[in-house]
T-cell receptor
Framework: SQTIHQWPATLVQPVGSPLSLECTVE??????LYWYRQAAGRGLQLLFY??????ISSEVPQNLSASRPQDRQFILSSKKLLLSDSGFYLC?????????FGSGTRLTVV | AQSVAQPEDQVNVAEGNPLTVKCTYS??????LFWYVQYPNRGLQFLLK??????LVKGSYGFEAEFNKSQTSFHLKKPSALVSDSALYFC???????????????FGRGTQLTVWP
């Protein structure tokens, strides 16, 4: 079966520290991968998407970056976190019409 | 540009009563419409989708949605609400790049549904 793993579930980081959130997918190959952010419990916004290894597209300019070092691995990063980076981050994958979300990471920047 | 609007931030309904959560969309081409539900600190769970065919779509947990092309709406409905239906509901439209399976989801702001006993 197809599953998506996201970790950590929660994270508290100081301003200016680096960030790395990881997402892995099982049970499928060559998925399209996505990172979404949900601020203040509302309004999901697409941040990045990827159609293949090393291929990253950004939807909005921001302090974050993404990478896809392997087919089923998608990483969200930052060199220096800002307070405004706080939020709930969701990874998702799609193949055809199917679209599945991970359980999310709650990031609090203090 | 593609967009989704959920005009109500909050919907309150008594248990046993019918519920409606509204959604309107703006998209070029054929719309692919979705409803998701989110419980506190959880990821999104798929409820139902409209791709083509019958305008009335049935989904999980007794929910259904009606696609109305002339009104560009895709309202979520349930005949009899349960307290356990209380959650945050998102409407979304999926946009496919030409000649690609890549489909980005664009979400409404969400509607908080509260069902009181």
């Amino acid at each position: 079966s197809q599953t998506i793993h996201q970790w950590p579930a929660t994270l508290v980081q100081p301003v200016g520290s680096p960030l790395s959130l990881e997402c892995t997918v099982e049970g499928t190959s060559n998925p399209n991968l996505y990172w979404y952010r949900q601020a203040a419990g509302r309004g999901l916004q697409l941040l990045f998407y990827s159609v293949g290894i090393g291929q990253i597209s950004s939807e909005v300019p921001q302090n974050l970056s993404a990478s896809r070092p392997q087919d089923r691995q998608f990483i969200l990063s930052s060199k220096k976190l800002l307070l405004s980076d706080s939020g709930f981050y969701l990874c998702a994958w799609s193949v055809g019409f199917g679209y599945t979300f991970g359980s999310g990471t709650r990031l609090t920047v203090v | 540009a593609q967009s989704v609007a959920q005009p109500e931030d909050q919907v309150n309904v008594a248990e046993g009563n019918p519920l409606t959560v509204k959604c309107t969309y703006s998209v070029s081409g054929n719309p692919y419409l979705f409803w998701y539900v989110q419980y506190p600190n959880r990821g999104l769970q798929f409820l139902l989708k409209y791709i083509t065919g019958d305008n009335l779509v049935k989904g999980s947990y007794g929910f259904e949605a009606e696609f109305n092309k002339s009104q560009t709406s895709f309202h979520l409905k349930k005949p009899s609400a349960l307290v356990s239906d209380s959650a945050l509901y998102f409407c979304a439209v999926r946009v496919f790049d030409r000649g690609s399976t890549l489909g980005r989801l664009y979400f409404g702001r969400g509607t908080q549904l509260t069902v009181w006993p």
